[in-house]
């Protein structure tokens, strides 16, 4: 990756968690330190790394995306923004009840696949988007999942990991945002990446 791709891909997190801070003080309601924590990865992976029709999101071809800790909606909402699909004075009308841009991302949004409000199901959800992209449609999509690190307290999360690992869904990334905060209190684990990696080796997967 070059130092302009790395300055622009800077850039663009920038304006995604200006984009959320804007939303979430429009609505006086929202999670803006999850969408904050998340802007450097969804820059990358919507900006570089996914492959995807802007202008059509249900698009067969299109990676897949399921934003795990559903509550960060508003920077997934500035991605697509940014992305061009969403109107930008529409994220200032986030959780008002003639706006589709709900506290938690709904299916009745074309770029969302999984409604993702109760936290601890999107990686399960994920695995089964990835099973069925490599053993039914037998397409190249790639599946990117994001987690919170408090949702890693479901056991919900580790079956997936499970599940991916005896399957070897190799079209499957989980992704996972170590912000350390929990909803009152700080995550079990706080900033242990080497407990977070020993976990997920143990089940056969390797994270960076």
Known sequence: MTTSTITGLRDIANKLRIHS????????????TSCCSAAELMSVLFFHTM?????????????RFVLSK???????????????????????????????????????????????????QGLGASCGMAYTGKYFDKASYRVYC????????????????????????DNLVAILDVNRLGQSEPAPL???????RKRSEAFGSVTN
């Open 190 to 196: 706080q900033h242990d990446m080497e407990t977070y």
């Open 70 to 120: 559903g509550h960060a909606a508003p920077i997934l909402y500035a991605a697509w923004a940014e992305a061009g699909f969403v109107k930008e004075s529409d994220l200032l009308n986030l959780r008002k009840l003639d706006c589709d841009l709900e506290g938690h991302p709904t299916p009745k949004l074309a770029f969302v696949d999984v409604a993702t409000g109760s936290l601890g």
């Open 146 to 169: 994001m987690l919170g690190d408090g949702e890693c307290s479901e056991g919900s999360v580790w079956e997936a990991m499970a599940f991916a690992s005896y399957y070897k869904l």
């Open 21 to 32: 801070i804007k939303a979430t003080c429009a609505s006086n309601s929202g999670h803006p």
């Open 51 to 63: 492959r995807y029709k802007a202008d059509d999101p249900r698009n067969q071809c299109n990676d």
